[in-house]
């Protein structure tokens, strides 16, 4: 699925407190427009419980890996309260929480409503395929400390990022602007400038024809990154956040297409999962899901 909408006419990301979930399907979530929803989530223990402490010395034994590496969470963490735009920190990102952390589950509960219905989370996913409870994650990272990547997220998915601590800038480009980003090869969900501020325009030239979005997501508040958008981050302070991927029915084939890929190196096996995943999907939406 791909954004009805280009930033050309687009100037600002919109911010809407208590946005009702049809109004958020309707003009958000179908055409592919993100949008910033203070407050989305103001019922999660983890707005009152999450902070370096809690992390540090509550859970400090944990091992998570972090820019490649395996190193104990109370290290990382001493970093993070040390960074700053001289010396940031490394990016905590893509720890599954229901794998890797999931004593923090309460704090997250209820699931994201923005976020539902979510198709991942469905009996036609197999559970060793470890999306079944949906695909929720744990961000954390110091003042001053970008993402490491410009991209959009895999899987076709939407991402919805709630920030428990602190405030972050997004930087977004929409689908329709591809041509500028430099996928690092066909198809890829990463493009090769990583620096949006500092682009080297001798070596990716069209980037300066690429058109960006601004915003900043306080604390408390949800993003939603439509399928298809690039985007990257900068950490305006210390911040621990939450990422929520979800796959609606427009995405599905696509989502199809993209996990039967990763799922087995054989093209026999690829076209069973694709198929299977496919009459699931027809499945689903015979059931109304």
Do not use: C
Not at 77 to 97: C, F, G, H, Q, R
Not at 132 to 160: A, W, Y
């Amino acid at each position: 699925m791909s954004s009805v909408y280009s930033t050309a006419s687009m100037t600002s990301v919109d911010r809407k407190p208590g946005l009702p979930v049809e109004e958020f399907i309707k003009n958000y979530l179908n055409p592919g427009i993100p949008v910033v929803i203070p407050g989305a989530m103001s019922q999660w223990k983890a707005h009152q419980k999450w902070n370096p402490s809690f992390f540090r010395d509550t859970h400090g034994d944990k091992m998570v890996r972090v820019g490649g590496k395996k190193v104990v969470l109370r290290d990382f963490m001493d970093t993070v309260l040390a960074s700053n735009e001289s010396t940031p920190s490394l990016y905590l990102n893509e720890l599954n929480i229901h794998k890797e952390f999931p004593e923090l589950l309460e704090d997250i509960d209820p699931f994201l409503s923005y976020a539902l219905p979510d198709r991942l989370m469905t009996r036609f996913m197999p559970e060793s395929w470890g999306m079944r409870q949906g695909v929720v994650e744990l961000l954390i990272g110091g003042n001053g400390t970008k993402f490491p990547t410009m991209h959009h997220d895999g899987f076709h998915m939407n991402t919805f990022v709630t920030q428990i601590r602190g405030d972050k800038e997004f930087i977004f480009y929409s689908p329709d602007q591809t041509p500028y980003i430099y996928q690092l090869h066909p198809g890829s969900n990463k493009s090769a400038v990583n620096d949006v501020d500092h682009p080297d325009l001798e070596k990716y030239p069209l980037f300066a024809k690429a058109k960006a979005l601004r915003t900043i997501v306080k604390e408390g508040d949800t993003v939603f990154l439509p399928t298809g958008w690039w985007h990257t981050t900068r950490l305006l302070s210390l911040s621990i956040a939450v990422s929520t991927n979800n796959i609606a029915a427009n995405q599905w084939n696509q989502f199809a297409d993209d996990l039967s890929v990763t799922l087995s190196e054989s093209k026999l096996k690829q076209n069973i999962y694709r198929t299977y995943l496919k009459l699931a999907g027809v499945a689903m939406t015979l059931t109304g899901k």
